[in-house]
């Protein structure tokens, strides 16, 4: 049965993941180059990017139809992906306290979800992708088999599910160590104050400062043991996908998880 753009479920599928790949390659190849070292790009730790081939099967809904109107074409698909592209940026920053891209140095940015310079990438892309990259790609699909199809999209559709299974669990660890390194951290400050006043009067003082005093080091040193504790391979996995990962309300926390990262790295080799 044919739906939108005259393609069925399966063939729409296919174009999602065959886009996802193109993107994972294009971003893979272009982080890597700007870091001097190769980067799995992506929120998945499988070769797709969704946001690509999401964006990819919205600017086809939304831009075939209008084929024969190049102007509103390249502007329905404009629109159409940017506007995906800020919800899916909201929705990801709300659930999970992170943004995994982030545009607030760009010009005309939207809340650093969307800008410019992305909308005017996603209005190439429409042209590249209506003319040029889709009618290709589209003959390669429709010329398999039905059957060929349903089990390609089916088996493709269950291993993109249980990866976005596992990729979830890592972002959902990422966010509560976010969350449990910004208690900690406020913990430690108050400790670490507490210990200041202490040191003013622990000159000539009696032995029970003294015993606070030596109490409240201990205490410092079992929250430190504690951020330490928190590490994950899950969550070490994510940001290395994604090294542009910010956090506007848990930025000196997040700094501190790279920090722990990196020391455990480090030690790991030794």
Same mark, same amino acid.
């Given at each position: ?18 886009? %996802? ?14 870091? #001097? ?8 730790? =499988? ?67 969307? %800008?410019?310079?992305?909308?005017? %990438? ?71 104050? #507490? ?48 090294? =542009? ?18 020391? #455990?790295?480090?030690?790991? #080799?030794?």
């Amino acid at each position: 049965m044919e739906g939108i753009g005259g393609y069925t479920l399966s063939e729409w599928l296919l174009f999602f993941y065959i886009y %996802c790949f193109i993107g994972w390659i294009w971003e893979s190849c272009y982080v890597s180059a700007r870091k #001097r070292h190769w980067v799995n790009r992506g929120f998945l730790k =499988g070769p797709l990017l969704p946001i690509y081939g999401s964006g990819a099967v919205v600017i086809l809904a939304a831009a075939l139809p209008l084929r024969q109107y190049p102007v509103l074409m390249v502007l329905g698909g404009m629109a159409a992906a940017t506007l995906l592209e800020y919800v899916t940026g909201a929705a990801m920053e709300a659930l999970f306290k992170a943004r995994y891209w982030d545009y607030t140095g760009e010009f005309l940015n939207l809340k650093g979800y969307i %800008c410019l310079k992305s909308s005017l %990438c996603w209005g190439v892309m429409t042209l590249l992708l209506v003319y040029a990259v889709h009618p290709p790609l589209a003959e390669l699909v429709t010329d398999l088999s039905p059957r060929i199809r349903y089990w390609a999209s089916l088996i493709l559709t269950a291993l993109t599910a249980g990866d976005f299974a596992t990729s979830f669990q890592a972002a959902m660890d990422f966010r509560n160590l976010l969350l449990r390194t910004e208690r900690l951290r406020e913990e430690l400050k108050a400790l670490q104050a #507490r210990m200041d006043q202490l040191e003013v009067q622990i000159a000539g003082a009696g032995e029970e400062l003294r015993a606070q005093y030596r109490e409240l080091q201990l205490r410092r040193k079992l929250h430190l043991e504690k951020l330490q504790s928190l590490y994950s391979r899950r969550v070490h996995g994510l940001l290395k996908r994604n090294p =542009g990962t910010v956090s506007r309300r848990h930025k000196e926390s997040l700094e501190a998880i790279r920090r722990m990262i990196r020391e #455990r790295v480090e030690k790991d #080799r030794k």
